[in-house]
T-cell receptor, first 109, second 117 residues
Framework: GQNIDQPTEMTATEGAIVQINCTYQ??????LFWYQQHAGEAPTFLSY??LDGLEEKGRFSSFLSRSKGYSYLLLKELQMKDSASYLC??????????WGAGTKLIIKP | DAMVIQNPRYQVTQFGKPVTLSCSQT?????MYWYQQKSSQAPKLLFH???????NEADTPDNFQSRRPNTSFCFLDIRSPGLGDAAMYLC????????????????FGDGTRLSIL
């Protein structure tokens, strides 16, 4: 079966760094997306990894290890506006997104 | 700005009364998706179109149907809404390309939050 595992909720402090982990099992693999979703709003694209390694994009970085079925999203210099859910979504062999339930990130002052 | 537009943002209907949600896009993307998302859950894919090629997920209830009259518009019809259909409905698009280019990010509309009375 296809499965995504990520923590339900995390709390971090403004200005700090947080790492959100995701492990996945899919039928085939064509890359992995991270999306940000604020409460009551639609998901917005953050990053895409298809090769192993780290992709850096400003304050956000995403890492992928295909052999381990593992990815993480790293958020630096946290701001209050980063309070949101972060959804891990690998693409399976049919190019279908397999969505995780998301990690709710709470930022405290 | 090119975008994905969903109307309305909030929809209230009565139990059993048919309702249609609409989505339009100015991105000229080939692929359009309809998702259902309930609170604190992952988006659940209902349908997707690759151009006019319609793909229905195996576990999408028969109560849900979709139409795509042209590239720009896509509709979700719920024939007899039940209380369990109250959710956020998300429309998304992804860019054109051959099957090898389907690793493109999806662009979402703001969603329609459906309430059932």
């Amino acid at each position: 079966g296809q499965n995504i595992d990520q923590p339900t909720e995390m709390t971090a402090t403004e200005g700090a760094i947080v790492q959100i982990n995701c492990t996945y099992q899919t039928s085939g693999f064509n890359g992995l997306f991270w999306y940000q979703q604020h409460a009551g709003e639609a998901p917005t694209f953050l990053s895409y990894n298809v090769l192993d390694g780290l992709e850096e994009k400003g304050r956000f970085s995403s890492f992928l290890s295909r052999s381990k079925g593992y990815s993480y999203l790293l958020l630096k210099e946290l701001q209050m506006k980063d309070s949101a859910s972060y959804l891990c979504a690998p693409l399976d062999s049919n190019y279908q997104l397999i969505w995780g339930a998301g990690t709710k990130l709470i930022i405290k002052p | 700005d090119a975008m994905v537009i969903q109307n309305p943002r909030y929809q209230v209907t009565q139990f059993g009364k048919p309702v249609t949600l609409s989505c339009s896009q100015t991105l000229n993307h080939n692929v359009m998706y309809w998702y259902q998302q309930k609170s604190s859950q992952a988006p659940k894919l209902l349908f997707h179109y690759y151009d006019k090629d319609f793909n229905n997920e195996a576990d999408t209830p028969d109560n849900f149907q979709s139409r795509r009259p042209n590239t720009s518009f896509c509709f979700l019809d719920i024939r007899s809404p039940g209380l369990g259909d109250a959710a956020m409905y998300l429309c998304a698009t992804s860019p054109p390309g051959d099957r090898g280019d389907l690793n493109q990010p999806q662009h979402f509309g703001d969603g329609t939050r459906l309430s059932i009375l």
